[in-house]
């Protein structure tokens, strides 16, 4: 049984009655009896929430940031129920509605919508369907709740696909699509035409030039159907928080720019995300279900608070990859950790591979080295002179094995990645 404020003004005016009417027991006594008997009328009368039928519809899947609906199909076989109807959701699925009124008569059916907007990425699973039917008279009724089961998947925001149209450009200038001075560079040979002075003389065609009987160039275009291995360390060091966002979600941001544009490259990509087991895996899937893929996978990656153990990282990349690939390390720029872990285990991958460490920089780095108004802010400066000279001596030792690093800002890390794919694209590196 559930009450209303109705009951409660009615046994106060009990109260009343007692004090001037019937100032004994009995009083008390009748009051309680009256309140009693009209309550629980008042709730055999109003509708059965238990005898509800219930169903789901609307969006099963959305981008972290954007809204989504999700229809609550409610059926009536019994008797009319009036009151609430509350659809509870977990409090990072962002519900906007308030409870839902309910007045449903007999036979009927009613469509109430809930309006989401998560907060996190992952599955969202709805609760309960809690109801509460009031009885006519407005003092009592009943509640009852129904696990009606439906998920909403919050979804990588893809923030950085704002670049892609500028880089799909550079991306047809390489493969000699546009009209350009300079034709595509790359080491798959594209077509024949005729010199002009300027050319590299070493991409003349003598034996063409013999057939044609005037001096003929080859060019060439980036090769295609070559394998991009993207790996994001979702361990301890993807955890901290850089601007607005865990690093972790910054590294999905550039790992999806990266495969949209591999893809429309004519790569093949992969994905793996990794600490000290694997939480995600997309292998080579179909051109146009990288994107689909790579989100959902990537939906429920949360950064654990281990060590991750970079053994197990080259392990999964050798034993996906056979022919030359691009493999790119989306992971932090800890001293401690890619010299202890990564640096002892990454021979393999570089005697195979081409290896591309992408970071996210903290740009309350610059802020802190910057600001030396007091002995603290001197401290502050000094530790953030000290952590940036570690990052930059890691660099130099990392460039040295022969791995190319980025070490950028959260709103540049996507971009500068992508853009150091398309400059060895052009290099004829892949």
């Not at 009368?45 to 219930?54: D, E, H, I, T």
């Not at 003598?206 to 044609?212: D, G």
């Not at 952590?387 to 990392?398: G, K, P, Q, S, V």
């Amino acid at each position: 049984m559930v009450l209303t404020g109705r009951a409660g003004i009615l046994a106060a005016a009990g109260v009343v009655f007692v004090a001037l009417v019937m100032p004994s027991w009995a009083g008390v006594g009748v009051v309680v009896a009256v309140v009693l008997v009209v309550c629980v009328v008042d709730m055999l009368l109003a509708g059965s929430p238990r005898r509800l039928q219930f169903s789901r519809e609307g969006d099963n899947a959305v981008r972290l940031g954007e809204p989504a609906a999700v229809n609550l199909l409610v059926t009536n076989p019994g008797r009319r129920v009036r009151g609430l109807l509350r659809d509870a959701w977990p409090p990072s699925a962002g519900v906007l509605d308030p409870p839902h009124k309910l007045d449903l008569p007999s036979g009927e059916r009613r469509r109430l919508t809930t309006h989401l907007l998560p907060t996190r990425r992952g599955d969202r699973h709805a609760v309960r369907v809690t109801v509460r039917s009031i009885g006519p008279l407005g003092f009592a009724g009943r509640q009852g709740s129904h696990q009606v089961p439906w998920t909403v998947r919050a979804l990588p925001p893809f923030k950085s696909r704002k670049h892609l149209p500028s880089r799909l450009a550079r991306l047809r200038e390489l493969d000699g699509r546009t009209a350009l001075l300079v034709r595509g560079q790359g080491t798959e040979f594209d077509s024949l035409r005729d010199y002009v002075p300027g050319d590299d003389v070493r991409s003349i065609d003598w034996r063409a030039t013999a057939r044609r009987g005037n001096v003929v160039l080859r060019t060439w275009r980036p090769e295609r159907d070559r394998q991009v291995a993207i790996v994001i360390d979702s361990g301890r060091l993807s955890a901290g928080r850089v601007g607005d966002a865990p690093r972790l979600d910054h590294a999905m941001d550039a790992a999806l720019l990266l495969a949209a544009l591999a893809t429309r490259a004519g790569d093949r990509v992969s994905l793996l995300a990794c600490d000290s087991a694997v939480r995600a895996d997309v292998r080579r899937p179909a051109p146009e279900d990288v994107l689909p893929s790579f989100v959902n996978a990537l939906a429920n990656v949360e950064a654990e608070l281990v060590q991750t153990d970079f053994r197990i990282v080259v392990s999964q990349v050798l034993e996906r990859l056979g022919q030359r690939s691009l493999i790119v390390l989306l992971t932090g720029l800890d001293p401690a950790a890619i010299e202890e872990s990564l640096l002892p285990v990454i021979g393999p991958l570089l005697r195979r591979h081409v290896v591309l460490l992408a970071s996210v920089a903290d740009p309350r780095l610059i802020e802190l080295e910057s600001s030396r108004a007091d002995l603290t802010e001197v401290y502050n400066a000094a530790s953030a002179a000290r952590t940036r000279l570690d990052r930059e001596r890691l660099t130099a030792t990392l460039t040295r094995a022969g791995v190319t690093v980025i070490d950028e800002p959260p709103d540049h890390i996507a971009p500068a990645l992508a853009d150091t794919y398309l400059a060895l694209k052009k290099a004829g590196r892949l």
